[in-house]
């Protein structure tokens, strides 16, 4: 394909950043995935942007997030990624309808992709609970996002305008002793016992 051409896909892509598409490997490197999006896009996934442990060959369907149109690989239109915490985001809005619509709202993320993730949530309705929402029943919605995310654990927790409030709830059910905000340097102290410490930092 010629620079005009790749400029003009590049165009069209700049629009859908931060959505989700469905490619297929094309080229397996070693630090790098060279994915097909349409027969004439290409994208490419760099090791940063993978889930450690995850493995994928030639041919295998892949989900990703593009990220950007100005990959450092030349011949590639996107660059993609599944680290990101607006992926785990977007998996959540394809997964939970009460998202797509309003009704619940992801308000933050934390995540150490492949192994353990935070997501706080607000419901905007007071007839829906935002947590049991995004869990789903039997824990079915959770489960589908964590199965993309090769396993990765999800918490959800309630969000609060209280940030120690917010800390206390994703260190649960980590015991916390007492919590004093430096509002200035935006940090925390968090004093808890010994034998909660490991829970805690995990």
Partial sequence: IHDGQIRKQKNLYQEKIGTIAVGTVKKVMRDYLIIEITDQVDGVLYKPDMIPRENYRIDDKIRVEIAGTEPEYRNATLQLSRTSNNFLKQLFINEVPEIHEG???????????????????????????????????????????????????????????????????SLAPGEINSISVDEENTSMEINVNPDQLAQVIG
């Fill in 103 to 169: 009704s619940i709202e992801i308000k933050a993320i934390a995540r150490d992709p492949g192994s353990r993730a935070k997501v706080a949530v607000k419901s905007n309705d007071r007839r829906v609970d935002p947590i049991g929402a995004c869990i789903g029943i039997k824990g079915t919605r959770v489960q589908s996002v964590s199965n993309e995310l090769n396993g990765e654990r999800i918490d959800i927790i309630l969000w609060d305008d209280s940030p120690a409030k917010i800390v206390i709830s």
